[in-house]
Nanobody, 124 residues
Framework: VQLQACGGGLVQDGGSLRLSCTSS????????IGWFRQAPGKEREFVAA????????VYADSVKGRFTISKDRIKRTVYLQMNRLKPEDTAVYYC??????????????????WGQGTQVTVSS
């Protein structure tokens, strides 16, 4: 399964971006879809996750209230709407799919399909 994340770019502090994620399978089936990010010299960090079939999304504290996961079942696309961006949000953002209970969603090892990532740069 190939995942493609896109929509990154350069934005000013306080701006917004919407990332999208699609799957080569054309569907996310019953997967959990996760968003992670990695800044230079830092470990990959959990951002948000949700189950394709529905449920309650989970967010990292650092993005809660600013980022939102949404799903378009017709377009078979998952989005990460990022508002009130901050310079510390600068990173390569990855979408990924996996399975497991909610308690495992923040752990990279819960996922096994990773896209190539899209760069998000927030200028101050």
């Amino acid at each position: 399964v190939q995942l493609q994340a896109c929509g990154g770019g350069l934005v000013q502090d306080g701006g917004s971006l919407r990332l999208s994620c699609t799957s080569s399978e054309g569907t996310f089936n019953n997967y959990v879809i996760g968003w992670f990010r990695q800044a230079p010299g830092k470990e990959r960090e959990f951002v948000a996750a949700d189950r394709w079939s529905g449920g309650t999304a989970v967010y990292a504290d650092s993005v809660k209230g600013r980022f939102t996961i949404s799903k378009d079942r017709i377009k078979r696309t998952v989005y990460l709407q990022m508002n009130r961006l901050k310079p510390e949000d600068t990173a390569v953002y990855y979408c990924t799919t996996g399975r497991g209970p909610t308690s495992t969603w923040s752990q990279p090892r819960s996922y096994y399909n990773w896209g190539q990532g899209t760069q998000v740069t927030v200028s101050s």
